[in-house]
Every structure is written in structure tokens, then in C-alpha cells.
């Protein structure tokens, strides 16, 4: 790719860029992106000429399992073909639908092991997580969750992941909308925390970035260590939501999007008074965070 005189990102190997042509390349998939459609043909001629190719169009677009849906002023992407084939891969086609993917206070730490499920628990889990890292954000705390109990598989477990499946019965054809928003702020970040939710008492770090207005980057995960209090795990949640936004505004920037300032909302006050008061005498393990 350097070569034909295409650079590639320093943030992300997979992309490569010139005169606002964007290639993501992932083993032998390639996507072409820009908006001058000659320029585009001109890649792919060049492209076809040293590799043995075969173009797709822009309609009804597909990248690695992700549908893409173009309009006139926004995109959309979605797994519907995806989603559809772990219904049909578990039997749940048929299922009735879930207005949720999971109850509310579920707890799987005291469910009796059967390791015959292991495999299909796994399977499920596995084939979920690549659906919510791609399009499906509002699966992303449940399946996290049950992620967790993948080495002490249960019926409760496996029944568990039938309601997401059922929830995703009745959610196939939702989407992710990417509109044209150019005054909107370039990035902006919401960071949450759950104090000390779970047995071994630590807490749940959630936070989701949008580059102009667009959700491009979401996570739940278990924190690492225990939080002993509530401005802490928040703090926690915050420190690692600021680590992410350093590497989208590198991304931005190598894409010639400017971004010198990035808004992380967080709503908890005393770690918010923290973060502006790094050396105050209160957070006794000395954390200290910087945001840019």
C-alpha cells in the first residue's frame, strides 16, 4: 500500500489513507471509502492490477459481517445477516421476542456447574461479543456480564443468553445512524461507574465516545481492583475513559480532523472536584488523572 503512495495510520494499522481516499484493510477484505467515486474507481483499477479482486459495489455493502446502508445525507450499519444466523445456529428463530436482554439483579454466582453446556455458553457468548463490538451497543453490559461466568457454566446461564437471543429477535432490524454533523462538537465522551456491585465488591466501568454526534466506541467492563469508594470507582471509570479518547483524537488528527479539546461528561461531583484538585488530601491512594 505505501507503495501506491498510501499512508498508513500510526493509531491504527488496518487504515490507510490519501487525498481522502480511506482503505481499512483486514487480512484479504478491503473497504474503500471517500467521496469522489472516479478517485475510488481509480484505486480499485490500481488495486485489481496487483491483487486478484472482486468488487462488491456500494449497495447493499457488507464488511466483515457488518451490513452497511448508504443514503443520501447519513449511513447505516447493522449484523442483521449475522444476528440472524446465531438465532438460527442455537434454535431461537422462532423464539418469542424480549422487550430486554437481561432481568434486572441477575446473579450466577451461586448456580450449580454443568460443564456439558460449557461449549454452547461459550459459543453464544462468543458469537454475541462480535455483534456488540460492531453495531449493538444496548448489548453491551448484559453480555459482558454473562462473559464473566464463561469457565462455570449453568442451565441459569445458558438461560440467560436464550433472553438476549430473544431479545435480539425482536430488535433484528435496529441500526446504527451515522449522519453529516459538522457542528457538533469533533469528540465527546460519557464515563459511569457501579460502586461495588458485584460479590467480590468491585465495580462496573461503562463509557461510550461520539465523534460528531456519532457513537463510535462503547465498553463495560469489570474494573481490575477493588474501589473503596464511590469517587473512586467513578475515577476509575474516568481515567480509562481518558486513555480512549487519547487514541480517537490520535486516529482524528492522522485523518486531518481536528480535535485539541475533548468533553468527558461525568456525574459524580466529588470525583469531578478530583480530577480538578489532583493533589487534594481526600484520595488517599494518590490517583491522579489528566485529561487533555
Given at each position: 500500500m505505501k507503495i501506491k503512495g498510501f499512508q498508513r495510520a500510526e493509531s491504527d494499522y488496518c487504515l490507510y489513507f490519501k487525498d481522502g481516499i480511506y482503505i481499512l484493510l483486514y487480512v484479504d477484505d478491503l473497504l474503500v471509502l471517500g467521496e469522489d467515486n472516479s478517485r475510488i474507481n481509480n484505486v480499485k483499477e490500481i488495486?485489481?492490477?496487483?491483487?486478484?479482486?472482486?468488487?462488491?459495489?456500494?449497495?447493499?455493502?457488507?464488511?466483515?459481517?457488518?451490513?452497511?446502508?448508504?443514503?443520501?445525507?447519513?449511513?447505516?450499519?447493522?449484523?442483521?445477516?449475522?444476528l440472524k444466523s446465531i438465532l438460527t445456529k442455537f434454535g431461537m428463530s422462532d423464539a418469542n421476542a424480549s422487550e430486554s436482554p437481561m432481568e434486572v439483579n441477575v446473579n450466577l454466582d451461586d448456580c450449580t456447574v454443568?460443564?456439558?453446556?460449557?461449549?454452547?455458553?461459550?459459543?453464544?457468548?462468543g458469537s454475541l461479543m462480535y455483534a456488540v463490538v460492531g453495531s449493538r451497543p444496548d448489548l453491551c453490559a448484559a453480555v459482558s456480564y454473562l462473559a464473566r461466568y464463561q469457565?462455570?457454566?449453568?442451565?441459569?446461564?445458558?438461560?440467560?443468553?436464550?433472553?438476549i437471543?430473544?431479545?435480539i429477535k425482536g430488535t433484528i432490524n435496529y441500526n446504527l445512524k451515522y449522519n453529516k454533523n459538522c457542528n457538533s462538537e469533533p469528540l465527546v465522551g460519557y464515563a459511569d461507574a457501579s460502586f461495588a456491585v458485584d460479590k467480590d465488591r468491585k465495580s462496573i466501568?461503562?463509557?461510550?465516545?461520539?465523534?460528531?454526534?456519532?457513537?463510535?466506541?462503547?465498553?463495560?467492563?469489570?474494573?481490575?481492583?477493588?474501589?473503596?469508594?464511590?469517587?473512586?470507582?467513578?475515577?476509575?471509570?474516568?481515567?480509562e475513559a481518558a486513555l480512549e479518547a487519547c487514541?480517537?483524537?490520535?486516529?482524528?488528527?492522522?485523518?486531518?480532523?481536528?480535535?485539541n479539546t475533548t468533553t468527558i461528561y461525568e456525574d459524580n461531583k466529588s470525583t469531578i472536584f478530583s480530577v480538578c484538585n489532583p493533589d487534594q488530601k481526600r484520595m488517599k491512594r494518590g490517583h491522579k488523572i489528566q485529561l487533555y
Open positions: 488495486l485489481s492490477t496487483e491483487f486478484k479482486m472482486k468488487d462488491l459495489g456500494s449497495k447493499n455493502l457488507k464488511y466483515l459481517g457488518i451490513n452497511i446502508i448508504q443514503d443520501s445525507d447519513c449511513f447505516y450499519i447493522n449484523h442483521k445477516e449475522y454443568d460443564y456439558s453446556l460449557e461449549h454452547k455458553c461459550r459459543a453464544c457468548i469457565s462455570r457454566p449453568s442451565e441459569r446461564l445458558w438461560q440467560c443468553l436464550k433472553r437471543l430473544r431479545y466501568t461503562g463509557y461510550v465516545f461520539k465523534v460528531f454526534n456519532n457513537s463510535v466506541i462503547w465498553r463495560c467492563k469489570k474494573q481490575s481492583t477493588v474501589a473503596l469508594s464511590t469517587t473512586e470507582a467513578e475515577l476509575y471509570s474516568l481515567n487514541w480517537i483524537r490520535k486516529l482524528l488528527n492522522e485523518l486531518d480532523v481536528s480535535c
